[in-house]
T-cell receptor
Framework: EDQVTQSPEALRLQEGESSSLNCSYT??????LFWYRQDPGKGPEFLFT???AGEEKEKERLKATLTKKESFLHITAPKPEDSATYLC????????????FGGGTRVLVKP | EAGVVQSPRYKIIEKKQPVAFWCNPI?????LYWYLQNLGQGPELLIR????????DSQLPKDRFSAERLKGVDSTLKIQPAELGDSAVYLC????????????FGPGTRLTVL
């Protein structure tokens, strides 16, 4: 069974204080690893897809990396508007388009 | 381009009552998903449609939950009767097709069962 574990559960940062979120996964045949951002009262918003170990993608202050067992979402010099829950999900080759999500990391960036 | 539309946004019902949620996916998206999200957790897939066909409903509690996607566009998710444990956010998502990975989510319907 595909499993995704995110850590930490919650993260409080000062504005400008860089940090990393971890997503550990167990999947039989990874098709893709996805990062989403979710604001309170809204649905998840797509950020990145990573397909193979060693791949990196960047968007503004966010950078996602992938190894064979985990992915990291690095937040560089965060701003208060980066406060959100960040969700990681995996898609297995044998699971069609099904996404298996982790529990998320709640990030609060204080000014 | 309009995103995934869901209604209602909020619903409060008494236990044992029926409830229905509606989803209109992004135009042209053949694949539609219903997810359940409990507080503090990630979404869990309930059912996936490819056009009109339900191709993955293994996580749908079929004794009380049902779904339909007539004409391969809009979809309705129904619970009858609702139980206290059904209180959650029900999310709808869509994607271009089974070979496309990016799923676009709607805002969800927050259900409270009293």
């Amino acid at each position: 069974e595909d499993q995704v574990t995110q850590s930490p559960e919650a993260l409080r940062l000062q504005e400008g204080e860089s940090s990393s979120l971890n997503c550990s996964y167990t999947v039989s045949g990874l098709r893709g690893l996805f990062w989403y951002r979710q604001d309170p009262g809204k649905g998840p918003e797509f950020l990145f897809t990573l397909y193979s170990a060693g791949e990196e993608k960047e968007k503004e202050r966010l950078k996602a990396t992938l190894t064979k067992k985990e992915s990291f979402l690095h937040i560089t010099a965060p701003k208060p508007e980066d406060s959100a829950t960040y969700l990681c999900a995996v898609q297995a080759e044998a699971a069609g388009n099904k996404l298996t999500f982790g529990g998320g990391t709640r990030v609060l960036v204080k000014p | 381009e309009a995103g995934v539309v869901q209604s209602p946004r909020y619903k409060i019902i008494e236990k044992k009552q029926p409830v229905a949620f509606w989803c209109n996916p992004i135009s042209g998206h053949n694949t539609l998903y219903w997810y359940l999200q409990n507080l503090g957790q990630g979404p869990e897939l309930l059912i996936r449609y490819e056009n009109e066909e339900a191709v993955d409903d293994s996580q749908l509690p079929k004794d009380r939950f049902s779904a339909e996607r007539l004409k391969g566009v809009d979809s309705t998710l129904k619970i009858q009767p609702a139980e206290l444990g059904d209180s959650a956010v029900y999310l709808c998502a869509s994607s271009l097709g089974r070979i496309w990975n990016e799923q676009f989510f709607g805002p969800g319907t927050r259900l409270t069962v009293l």
